[in-house]
C-alpha cells in the first residue's frame, strides 16, 4: 500500500461516502490498484449521515478526483449529479461518480461487476433460466444483468411478492423481455431446467442462518450458483450446493471487480488479470484472515507447533516439505540425489510463488533453507507473518539425531553431525533473522507457551 510519507501535494483523492463507512473493504482494493499502476492516488471512506447531495457537491469543489456511494445514499445522490448511465438508470441508483467538467457522472458498476465475476468462471447468462432469491437492491442490479444479457426466462422469487413486483415494474420500462415475480410459497411455478441461481438476500450472513427456499430438491435444478454474501466465505446456499456437488462462488469476486470497474473509469486504466487476482488475495486475507509462516532450522519444531497453532485458532495447516513431495511425487532426499540441491530450491521458490497468491487463513511450516533465498524472503513477507522458532545446537541435534529423511544431514556419527549442525546454524542465522517479524526461542517450553508467545 501507499506509505503515508509518499502522499504530497500532487496525490489525488479518490473515496467513498455513505454511512457507516468504517469497516469497508474499498480501500484494500483501489489503494492496491494504484500502488500496482504506481498512480499517485490514496482512497479514503467518509462518513456522510445526512445531506449527500452537499457532500458531492463539496467533493467537486475540493477537487476529489472521484467517488463511490454506498448504502443509504445510492438514490439520494442523485440530484446532484451531472448525468446518469444508462444502466445506472436501469437499477434506479450510482455507487460510482466518475469527475468531469461539469460535475460527477453517476454509474452503478454493480451489474458489470456481476458480470465480470461469472466471466472469470466461464458462465454466460445468455440463454439461462435465471432465479434470483430476494429482491432488494442486490437482485436489482442481477435482475437487470438478466435482461441485458437476453437471458431465457428470469424468476425473482422473495418473501413479500410486492417487492419482486416493483422490481420486474421497473425493469419493464426498459426491457422488452419480462421478470416473472413470485412469492416464496410460488417457486414450483419455476419450469424444471437447468438454471443459474444468484442468492440476492441477506440470508448467509453472520447471525441468519437458512435458505429462502428450504426445498433441497428445488436446487438441484441449478447448473451453477452465486451467492452475494462473502462473509462468512461459506453460506448455507453455498454449503448446499457444496454438498450437491454444484459449481458455485460467494459474492467477494464481484466487491472486487464492481471496484475494478469503478477505478477504471476514474483512471483510464485498464486493471489485467494478474492484478486483478492480487487484489482478490488481499481481500480474501482481510475478509478470512492471513497467513503465519513459521521458519528456523532443522528441528526447530514447526511443524509441531505449527498444528497446533492451526487448531487453536482455526486455520488451515501445511507444511512445504511435505507438500512439495507430494507434487513431485518423491522424497527431498530423492530430489536432492537425483537432481541436486538448486534444483530442490527452484521447486521451493516456485511452490512459495502460488502460496504467496493463494494461501488465506494458513499456518505455513517451511523447510529449513527456505529463507536463504532473498526472493523467498520477499514472499514470505508477501504471504504472511513470519515467525521464527529458534533452538540451542544441543536441543537442535536432540531433535534430529535419528532422523534419516534430511539429506543436509547426512554425517558419519554425532561428533560430525553436531559440527555440520553448528556449521549450518552459523551460516543461515543472517538469513532466518532477516526473514523474521518475530523470534521464539523454544529451548525448555511447551507447545502451549510457543502458541501463547506467538
Known amino acids: ?44 471512506p467518509f462518513p456522510v449521515k445526512e445531506d449527500p447531495v452537499q457532500a458531492v457537491r463539496g467533493a467537486f469543489h475540493l477537487g476529489i478526483r472521484g467517488m463511490n456511494v454506498t448504502v443509504p445514499h445510492k438514490t439520494t445522490v442523485i440530484p446532484a449529479l451531472s448525468g446518469i448511465d444508462p444502466a445506472a438508470e436501469v437499477i434506479g441508483a450510482v455507487n460510482t461518480l466518475v469527475r468531469t467538467d461539469e460535475g460527477f457522472q453517476g454509474y452503478n458498476t454493480d451489474m458489470p461487476g456481476l458480470k465480470r465475476a461469472l466471466a472469470q468462471k466461464g458462465i454466460s447468462l445468455s440463454g439461462k433460466q435465471v432465479v434470483i432469491l430476494g429482491a432488494g437492491g442486490a437482485s436489482r442490479a442481477a435482475a437487470a444483468l438478466a435482461l441485458f444479457e437476453r437471458a431465457s426466462g428470469v424468476y425473482l422469487i422473495n418473501r413479500t411478492k410486492e417487492k419482486a413486483e ?49 426445498d433441497r430438491d428445488f436446487y438441484r435444478r441449478a447448473e451453477y450458483g452465486y451467492d452475494l454474501v462473502y462473509n462468512p466465505a461459506e453460506t448455507p446456499f453455498l454449503k448446499l ?174 561428533s560430525e553431525l553436531k559440527a555440520r549442525i553448528s556449521r549450518m546454524m552459523a551460516a543461515r542465522s543472517a538469513a532466518y533473522q532477516a526473514a523474521a517479524d518475530q523470534v521464539v526461542e523454544t529451548d525448555g517450553k511447551t507447545v502451549d507457551e510457543i502458541l501463547e508467545e506467538i
Open 241 to 414: 450446493f457444496n454438498e450437491l456437488g454444484i459449481p458455485c462462488d460467494n459474492g467477494l469476486t464481484m466487491l472486487l471487480y464492481q471496484g475494478i470497474i469503478a477505478y477504471e473509469l476514474w483512471t483510464g486504466e485498464t486493471v489485467t488479470n494478474e492484478m486483478a487476482a492480487e487484489v482478490l488475495v488481499r481481500l480474501r486475507r482481510k475478509v478470512y484472515g492471513g497467513n503465519i509462516l513459521l521458519v528456523g532450522y532443522m528441528g526447530s519444531g514447526k511443524s509441531t507447533a505449527g498444528k497446533a497453532l492451526a487448531e487453536r485458532n482455526g486455520m488451515n495447516f501445511l507444511d512445504t516439505d511435505i507438500e512439495i513431495e507430494k507434487e513431485q511425487g518423491c522424497s527431498i532426499r530423492r530430489i536432492f540425489e537425483e537432481k541436486g540441491e538448486e534444483v530442490f530450491r527452484d521447486i521451493e521458490t516456485a511452490y512459495l510463488d502460488r502460496l504467496s497468491k493463494n494461501a488465506v487463513k494458513t499456518v505455513i511450516a517451511t523447510g529449513g533453507g527456505m529463507v536463504l533465498r532473498r526472493k523467498n524472503r520477499e514472499l514470505m513477507k508477501n504471504t504472511g507473518k513470519v515467525v521464527l522458532l529458534s533452538a540451542s545446537e544441543e536441543t537442535t541435534f536432540q531433535r534430529v539425531k535419528q532422523d534419516t529423511g534430511r539429506p543436509l544431514l547426512d554425517s558419519e556419527g554425532e
Open 1 to 44: 500500500m501507499m506509505d503515508i510519507h509518499e502522499i504530497s501535494g500532487t496525490t489525488e483523492v479518490l473515496g467513498l461516502i455513505g454511512n457507516p463507512v468504517a469497516h469497508t473493504l474499498s480501500p484494500v482494493i483501489h489503494n492496491t490498484l494504484s500502488e500496482k499502476l504506481k498512480r499517485n492516488m490514496v482512497y479514503l
Open 166 to 214: 416493483a422490481i420486474a415494474d421497473d425493469m419493464k420500462k426498459h426491457f422488452d423481455d419480462h421478470i416473472i415475480p413470485l412469492a416464496r410459497d410460488e417457486y414450483g411455478r419455476i419450469p424444471e431446467k437447468p438454471s443459474i441461481f444468484i442468492q440476492c438476500t441477506s440470508l448467509g450472513l453472520k447471525g441468519k442462518e437458512g435458505l429462502l427456499i428450504e
